[in-house]
């Protein structure tokens, strides 16, 4: 099946700080990537879908200068957690699409978990 | 746009008992519902789909079925056992390269 790879898995980092999170499709390759902020006991909030070549489209209610993202190859995009604050700490998961028989299908990578004191 | 609802939030059942977890949709053009399994701090792991031209699908234990009409869509698992145990989300999406819209999820506790 489709891997996804995310990388870190956890950071704790300062306020004020940059973080940065890379989102991999290990075996196909994705032109689509989505990335997800999830709560504890929550559902997956959708932050942004990522295409590769071409700005990313933010969901309502989040900020993109603050939430960078960057889809620079068919598989690999990057979401950088700008100035981050400790309202910014979450589970943050991406997936991407494609990679069997059926290019709507999604897969996750293992999830970022994003501390910042 | 879309809005997916889930039901129930909790759900227990005894091990060998039947575990049926709901969801509807709001957008008629959506023709895509996968449902992802989440243990804690893990990724939510497709166990199963269903494309909006198959009314149901089923896979071993599990199986999905379909009401275009009604728009709503079900999870059955058969036979559960204690490590059929996480949480369940239902997602609805227009296809290919389109955004999934996640129900708020199930907690399924199976008990020995």
């Known amino acids: 099946g489709a891997v996804v790879s995310q990388h870190p898995s956890w950071v704790i980092c300062k306020s004020g700080t940059s973080v940065k999170i890379e989102c991999r499709s290990l075996?196909?390759?994705?032109?689509?990537m989505f990335w997800y902020r999830q709560f504890p006991k929550q559902s997956l909030m959708l932050m942004a879908t990522?295409?590769?070549?071409?700005?990313?489209?933010?969901e309502q209610g989040v900020e993109k200068d603050k939430f960078l993202i960057n889809h620079a190859s068919l598989t690999l995009s990057t979401l950088t957690v700008t100035s981050a604050h400790p309202e910014d700490s979450s589970f943050y998961i991406c997936?991407?699409?494609?990679?069997?028989?059926?290019?709507?299908?999604?897969?996750f990578g293992p999830g970022t978990r994003l501390t910042v004191l | 746009g879309e809005n997916v609802e889930q039901h129930p939030s909790t759900l227990s059942v005894q091990e060998g008992d039947s575990a049926v977890i709901k969801c509807t949709y709001s957008?008629?053009?959506?023709?895509?519902f996968p449902w992802y399994k989440q243990e804690l701090g893990k990724r939510p792991q497709l166990i199963i789909d269903?494309?909006?031209?198959?009314g149901e699908k089923k896979d071993q234990r599990i199986a999905v079925t379909l009401n275009k009409t009604a728009k709503h869509f079900s999870l059955h698992i058969t036979e559960t056992q204690p490590e059929d145990s996480a949480v369940y989300f239902c997602?609805?999406?227009?296809?290919?390269?389109?955004?999934?819209?996640f129900g708020k999820g199930t907690l399924l506790t199976v008990n020995p």
């Open positions: 997936s991407a699409g494609g990679g069997g028989d059926w290019t709507d299908t999604q897969y």
């Open positions: 075996d196909f390759q994705a032109t689509t």
């Open positions: 990522s295409n590769e070549g071409s700005k990313a489209t933010y």
């Open positions: 957008d008629s053009a959506s023709n895509y």
């Open positions: 269903i494309r909006s031209n198959v």
């Open positions: 997602a609805a999406s227009l296809g290919s390269n389109y955004k999934l819209t």
